[in-house]
């Protein structure tokens, strides 16, 4: 640590002092995973060979995608779907629509037109390069995302008397206390062999402009704070023209607020600006795959055997409706289905990777969209998109990127949780009490507005989805190093496909860079064969 | 129904749950503080019923997700103790969010309710065994 080049390391070990080591854990993780993901470009599959089958098995992206290039690429293709609908995770419910979750409990979706929920993926990182690709070739529409909000709220019990606050102001705050401590520090010589002289002095630069503090190294209410947290009086035009600075919270509420929590979740490349969603809802991207492949998709197939051999693959299902049992071959097959499904179907693949499937559980997840009848958000708030966060279990209110401005009813995301205890306490609730208990966290944020406009809800609860049986594959460290190359590796004639075989775990990019990997590797299999 | 030792209520009194977990699939972001349940009531409404039906008789779509209620394969405490510790294919272990005290606490109420017959308590020591054997 005697070097006079400050590394990272070095600047993490400075953090990990000053903040205690949950600030050095969640600076390290912001830091630790920056990757984009990998796309070279739509597969070259040349020389297929003439009259070789492939049958895919789900319809959702990853084996649309995979559909899609292999026919191109002069396969026959079939593909078997469990739903009546085409698309898989990627879905929006409309008003109008109707969905029964496991246990029987059916809502009828009363949104307005235009209007809807995205109970899955609802938005795509500017560097997921595979899904854009194909978003462009095949004609979807996308327009922003809008990610960061600054001037949304944020909200914990244990803080602030449990009101929230303005995102910019607590996180002014947290900046502005971070960097007069550090600057302290510094002044105590704390970490004079950590750094130079004159990196100390870069530093102390550094840490006044980042952390608006005054000439003497303090935070401190007064105008230079404001410019970051917002004012008493914002300026204006004439006579009262002049700003007035406004009061810096407690240090203890702030850092109790857990800003630095939301701060470092804006950090993460998965999660950084600039991010889109399709115009009209998410599900528009499964309507446009389908699109391209949907005389290949035979709908209500419950896939109940997977059987290979040396002349084949054999594919047994039953249609949903009638029960009608048929039997499908090809050479060789893709195999979407998730982990969980798959785990209870009959499939002779080798013991190792039978254990590879049923090694990995799955996350669960809920959302809920809340209609309501004006914008409150926008109109009494100033909120234009974006994300309010909570300690609560719905984990954040999210507000429509669309048609801002705009009069009539808007769709609120009520709720995105994903935590172990919260999501599964809303999804063991029936729609009517996760709507209720939406209300009732959700209107710590707009008191005034949320009951009083609330007009219809709908909500997904993953643990609960008839064709998945969960949200997304859950990886560990331990899983990855025992089974995860087991997993993706082709079995004979066999390979599996979707987010459960990809690094990219619970997004879209994660199932078509997986379906493009997987497919690549088949075709040149089927060229060896 | 075993009741807890004054010591496990206090853990488990004390036991608000943070958790923090960096942001790789997508994530809602920021802080959940959730307050643990306690009783098996309460484990099995806020946890096992996202799955398993309030009645306890699962469901069926593309695949199953079991009954627990008059199942017989309760009888052996270790079985579902060890369901709950472990998973099994989509189901995840819980022992993230559930400590031995809430698990014995759920398992004796699943072996005790919906139809279900085996009043031999179950304690946070069997549940702690089955965690050690992990």
């Known amino acids: 640590m005697s070097g006079r080049a400050t590394t990272r390391r070095q600047l993490l070990s400075a953090i990990g002092m000053i903040g205690g080591a949950t600030a050095l854990y969640s600076a390290m993780t912001t830091l630790g995973h920056a990757a984009e993901t990998q796309f070279a470009g739509p597969p070259n599959l040349s020389g297929a060979r003439k009259g070789a089958s492939i049958i895919v098995l789900g319809a959702g992206l990853a084996g649309m995608l995979a559909a899609y290039e292999l026919s191109k690429a002069g396969y026959q293709v079939k593909i078997l779907e469990y739903q009546p609908r085409a698309g898989g995770r990627n879905w929006s419910l409309y008003g109008g629509d109707t969905y029964t979750e496991l246990g029987g409990a059916t809502q009828h979706v009363g949104f307005a037109p235009g209007n809807y929920l995205n109970p899955g993926p609802w938005r795509i990182p500017h560097h997921h390069r595979t899904l854009l690709h194909y978003c462009k070739a095949f004609g979807v529409q996308l327009e922003p995302f809008i990610q960061f909000n600054h001037n949304a709220y944020v909200h914990n019990a244990d803080a602030f008397g449990g009101k929230p606050q303005r995102f910019h102001e607590v996180a002014a705050d947290f900046e502005g206390n971070v960097a007069e401590l550090l600057g302290k520090a510094i002044d105590q010589k704390a970490l004079d062999a950590e750094l130079t002289l004159e990196d100390r002095d870069r530093l102390k630069v550094a840490l006044r402009e980042w952390g608006a503090l005054d000439e003497n190294m303090r935070y401190v209410k007064g105008l230079r704070s404001s410019e970051h947290r917002g004012y008493d009086r914002p300026p204006g035009g004439g006579v009262n023209g002049a700003p007035i600075a406004s009061d810096i919270f407690d240090r203890t509420d702030v850092l109790k607020s857990g800003v630095w929590e939301n701060m470092a979740f804006f950090m993460n490349m998965e999660m950084q600006t600039t991010m889109f969603q399709p115009v009209g809802g998410m599900g528009m991207i499964g309507k446009a795959f389908a699109r391209q492949v949907q005389p290949l998709i035979t709908h209500n197939a419950k896939v109940t055997k997977i059987f290979q051999d040396k002349t084949g693959v054999t594919v047994t299902y039953s249609d949903t409706g009638t029960g009608v049992v048929s039997q499908a071959k090809a050479d060789f097959c893709v195999c979407t289905i998730p982990l969980g499904v798959l785990n209870q179907i009959d499939v002779n693949v080798s013991p190792e990777k039978q254990a590879a499937i049923a090694a990995v559980p799955y996350s669960n997840a809920v959302k809920i969209g809340l209609e309501m009848k004006r914008r409150f958000w926008e109109e009494d708030d100033y909120i234009y998109g974006g994300h309010s966060f909570t300690s609560q279990d719905i984990g954040l209110i999210s507000y429509p990127n669309n048609h801002l401005f705009g009069d009539g009813p808007a769709v609120l995301l009520g709720a995105f949780s994903r935590s172990g205890l919260s999501a599964n306490r809303l999804a063991g609730m029936t729609p009517e009490q996760r709507i209720e208990a939406a209300l009732a966290q959700g209107a710590v944020f707009h008191p005034d507005s949320y009951r009083k406009e609330f007009s219809n809800g709908a909500s997904v609860a993953w643990s609960r989805v008839p064709w998945t049986l969960g949200c997304c594959a859950r990886w560990n460290e331990d899983t990855r190093k025992a089974h995860y190359q087991t997993l993706v590796a082709i079995d004979d004639r066999i390979v599996l496909a979707g987010e459960h075989a990809s690094y990219v775990g619970c997004w879209m990019e994660g199932a078509l860079t997986s379906s493009l990997d997987a497919i690549t590797r088949l075709h040149r299999r089927a060229l060896e064969a | ?134």
Not at chain 2, 47 to 52: I, L, M, W
Not at chain 2, 103 to 129: D, M, S, W
């Open chain 2, 1 to 134: 129904m075993q009741t807890p030792s004054p010591r496990l209520l206090l853990v488990i009194g004390l036991a608000v749950a943070v958790i923090a977990s960096p942001a790789l699939a997508d994530e809602p972001g920021g802080l959940s503080k959730t307050t643990a349940p306690v009783t098996g009531e309460q484990v099995y409404t806020q946890v096992c019923q996202a799955c398993h039906m309030a009645n306890a008789k699962g469901g069926q779509g593309a695949a199953v997700i079991p009954a627990l209620a008059a199942n017989p394969r309760l009888a052996v405490a270790a079985y579902p103790i060890s369901m709950v510790v472990n998973g099994r294919g989509a189901m995840p272990g819980f022992t993230d969010i559930l400590n031995p005290s809430q698990i014995a606490q759920v398992v004796g109420y699943v072996r005790t309710h919906f139809g279900n017959a085996y009043p031999k308590p179950v304690t946070a020591e069997e549940v702690a065994k089955i965690e050690g054997a992990k």
